[in-house]
């Protein structure tokens, strides 16, 4: 200690490398580790692998193809889905507390009704039963085309003040109403109420995790009854849309492309997540060997300053060590000497070296993370080996230098 105290300037320095290395690994460490993570985000929750969807398409024709793209090579998994989007009316008692942080800027309407987004999302009669079966329901129990039945996927996630909410949106039972409209001129509604029948969380192929929405999924029966009751404006806003999963999406997509080229009415968009995703992953693979090779970088030219750091003060320290010598100090004493100042030297370093690591760390993910769909973490595996090399490389580097006195 009166060491430090005569040579503060010196052991400022040393102090100084310390944590400019400690901050530097560490920074760089939590980079590739939330690199990785927003990668991976990106396509969190997909449960296709190519989408194909019709713009003003004819029905007839549309049908026609969905068959003919289901009996590809490939296809091991396929969904015909109607969509159309409008409004939930809810009251402030059927609101979650999730809902509620949703609306808080929202404002009721006269009859103090909020407008929650919506959907009815419909499949075709394969995908609804095994869908309806998945969740515990009797497709039967919704193919009247009298009782416009549904299962209600109760379940939202949407970023709200910079993070993510997750949960059910609408305090509602098996069996309840669900008042469904469309917005119809200046403060009127087209309505239609439904039987939300079952209530889940589980998705259907083509809906994906981070929705905004409450979806009613339907069975096509369900569907046409509601369809036929709607103005024309309204039936010509409805999406249709085919959801594949496959065992070779490049060759898939190739074959529906040769397929639909000779469409001549409308537009068809063929998006093939598949390959999307397998591209990411391998941008990742190159990313992390990039990052990890100059973590490595990084680490070796850290060691390397340390050690000149440390071994340049240890020879400043020549005669200090030779008068401690003379008066009697034994080799066993000198070496707990220096393994005290090790360990001080780690201590002070990770005094200041962590909480600015972490400091950092935040500030990335707050300027970035918070587009992303996961949580603030630390690589904690990356801070204990650093903390544990801090104490290795000081230790080390002292003993070594004080030896060659």
Not at 147 to 162: A, E
Not at 204 to 226: C, D, R
Not at 327 to 335: A, D, K, L
Not at 345 to 366: D, F, N, Q
Request: hydrophobic share 40%; with cysteine.
């Amino acid at each position: 200690m009166k060491n430090l105290k005569r040579n503060r300037r010196k052991y400022r320095a040393t102090v100084l490398s310390l944590i400019i290395s400690l901050v530097l690994f560490l920074t760089v460490s939590y980079y590739a580790d939330f690199a990785g993570k927003a990668s991976s985000a990106r396509y969190m929750g997909l449960n296709y692998d190519i989408s194909v969807d019709y713009m003003d398409v004819p029905p007839s024709e549309i049908k026609e193809l969905n068959g003919k793209i289901a009996r590809l090579d490939f296809v091991t998994d396929s969904a015909m889905a109607q969509v159309t989007e409008g409004i939930f009316l809810a009251d402030k008692t059927q609101l979650t507390e999730t809902a509620k942080k949703i609306v808080k800027s929202m404002k009721p309407d006269k009859q103090g009704k909020y407008n929650i987004s919506a959907r009815i999302y419909c499949l075709d009669g394969p995908a609804f039963e095994k869908y309806a079966k998945s969740v515990g329901a009797d497709p039967r129990d919704y193919e009247n085309p009298d009782v416009l039945n549904g299962i209600l996927i109760n379940y939202i996630k949407v970023p709200i003040d910079k993070k993510y909410v997750a949960g059910e949106n609408l305090n509602i039972k098996p069996g309840g109403l669900l008042h469904f409209c469309y917005p119809y001129r200046e403060n009127q509604l087209e309505k239609f109420d439904f039987i939300a029948g079952t209530v889940t969380d589980k998705r259907p192929m083509g809906i994906l995790t981070q929705s905004y929405e409450n979806t009613l999924v339907v069975s096509e029966e369900v569907f046409k009854a509601f369809q036929s009751k709607l103005r024309p404006e309204y039936q010509k806003s409805i999406r249709q849309s085919m959801y594949l999963n496959t065992s070779n999406s490049d060759k898939l997509e190739e074959q529906i492309k040769k397929l639909t080229d000779n469409t001549l009415n409308g537009r068809i968009i063929i998006l093939n997540i598949a390959a999307s995703a397998k591209s990411e992953r391998d941008y990742r693979l190159f990313l992390e060997v990039f990052i990890y090779g100059f973590i490595i970088l990084i680490s070796l030219i850290c060691i390397a300053n340390i050690f000149n750091t440390i071994s340049t003060s240890v020879a400043l320290r020549r005669k200090e060590f030779a008068m401690l010598r003379s008066v009697g100090m034994t080799p066993r004493s000198f070496n707990k000497m220096i393994r005290f100042e090790s360990v001080f030297y780690g201590m002070k370093a990770l005094l200041y070296g962590l909480p600015i690591s972490i400091a950092i760390a935040w500030r990335l993910y707050y300027l970035e993370g918070l587009k992303y769909d996961f949580e603030f973490s630390l690589p904690w595996a990356n801070y204990g080996v650093a903390i544990a090399l801090v104490f290795i490389i000081v230790a080390s580097t002292m003993l070594y230098s004080s030896a060659k006195i």
